[in-house]
């Protein structure tokens, strides 16, 4: 993976994404989304390319939209009314604005775990948890390792039952139900042979005897070191922010909360500071890596 980010401690990238996460969950201040969902957009392009993110966007914007609509039909509270639906109830316009930050939360923090899911390679995490709680990681790790090879091995059966002549596509309703679930069946049958090979593998190479040690290439470096105690700095400045009430926003019954204050400013800084902060690490690394061609 050419990002830079992705090549730190494991550490380092666990700790960002436990940051940007939660705090992506917990602060629903305008300002906040847009800098929490304009970062992840930002670094799944980096990480995936702008065709992957069209991709991911494409399901994710539904679910922004899907949040304004429904969130009105059931939440009327708000002062400021705006009509009333067929039904009797107010529509207001606190309940629509509660609705778009409810979605743009949740693209957000599914487009983090795109990047997550990218970054955090089952290897990592086993690196991190596996002394810890050995026995659950092993079975996120294989998890989360089983969900893109499953999708790989989905797209080719299809491809390779359409080459045949039995696309899901083609047919009847009952002679599509037949192809897809002779498609099940082939997937079934994978995913058994698949977890009778990796027992194996694993019975042979020694797991869960007494006394195995496992190699790891990771490092701590004074890189690692210097980012945790930027992560750090960031987590604990956003914290100290929630407690004191800068980035509180309320939605019901009326907007109200701190937008322009000199202190909530410097809390919008640090937040994006920490949002773009494996991008900025990218975009150094490339512009150095420009720098040593030139000179050569």
Request: hydrophobic content about 50%.
């Amino acid at each position: 993976m050419n990002d830079a980010f992705s090549r730190y401690h494991p550490l380092v990238n666990f700790l960002f994404f436990t940051l940007v996460l939660v705090y992506s969950m917990v602060l629903m201040h305008p300002v906040c989304l847009a800098v929490s969902l304009t970062g992840a957009i930002w670094y799944a392009v980096v990480l995936n390319g702008l065709k992957a993110v069209r991709f991911s966007l494409k399901v994710t914007l539904p679910v922004l939209l899907l949040a304004a609509v429904v969130n009105p039909a059931f939440n009327h509270a708000g002062v400021t009314l705006l009509c009333y639906l067929p039904s009797g109830n107010p529509l207001t316009l606190e309940s629509i604005l509660y609705g778009l930050a409810a979605g743009a939360m949740l693209c957000a923090v599914l487009m983090w775990f795109v990047c997550y899911n990218a970054v955090m390679t089952s290897d990592k995490f086993v690196y991190l948890f596996g002394r810890v709680i050995p026995a659950l990681s092993l079975v996120l790790s294989m998890t989360l390792r089983f969900v893109p090879r499953f999708k790989a091995q989905l797209d080719t059966v299809r491809q390779a039952q359409f080459c045949i002549g039995r696309d899901v596509s083609a047919g009847s309703v009952w002679q599509r139900a037949r192809k897809a679930i002779t498609i099940f069946s082939i997937m079934v049958t994978w995913a058994l042979e698949n977890a009778i090979e990796t027992a194996d593998s694993m019975k042979s190479r020694g797991y869960g005897l007494k006394g195995r040690t496992s190699f790891s290439l990771y490092r701590m470096e004074d890189r690692d070191r210097f980012a945790l105690l930027w992560l750090g700095f960031c987590g604990l400045y956003l914290f100290c922010g929630c407690l004191a009430g800068g980035l509180k926003w309320w939605y019901f019954p009326a907007l109200q909360g701190v937008m322009a204050a000199p202190m909530t400013i410097s809390f919008y800084l640090v937040y994006l500071a920490l949002c773009l902060t494996p991008v900025i690490l990218h975009r150094r690394e490339a512009r150095a890596w420009r720098c040593s061609r030139l000179s050569t």
